[in-house]
């Protein structure tokens, strides 16, 4: 099953600007900031991820064990962000490491994460006047 999605509209929406949007701070240096996730998706439940994701996603989760990197690794994911300012386990940055997935974490929750990355995609003019506003 897979769900219908809206056009995006803004399609240059890299790691670095989404690090930025999200107010996230890289665990791991091993990674690309033009790289440009095809789509996203927020889940804590990795069956749920293996199941519904498109492979050059970008996975928001509080899952913070290993098993956030191996289900990434398979997913083909472009990275991973914690929510909530969860610190993944040692293990799970060494792995990330190991196999050059990219991790951050931001101290937003999934539901803002995933409002401000909606708004960044389908109405960044009003993510552009929020920021004329500081």
Do not use: H
Not at 51 to 79: E, H, K, Y
Request: net charge negative.
């Amino acid at each position: 099953m897979k769900f219908a999605s809206k056009k995006i509209i803004n399609s240059n929406l890299n790691l670095s600007s989404i690090i930025e949007l999200l107010e996230a701070k890289p665990l791991v240096d091993n990674y690309d900031p033009d790289v440009v996730p095809e789509s996203f998706f927020a889940a804590d439940l990795m069956s749920d991820i293996l199941a519904f994701v498109d492979s050059n996603a970008l996975i928001l989760t509080g899952l913070v064990n290993i098993q956030s990197i191996r289900t990434a690794q398979i997913a083909d994911a472009v990275g991973v962000i914690y929510v909530r300012g969860k610190i993944p386990e040692p293990e799970t940055v060494e792995l990330a490491k190991k196999i050059n997935i990219p991790i951050f974490v931001t101290k937003n929750s999934m539901f803002e994460c995933c409002g401000r990355i909606y708004l960044a995609l389908y109405y960044p003019e009003l993510i552009a006047k929020k920021s004329d506003e500081k």
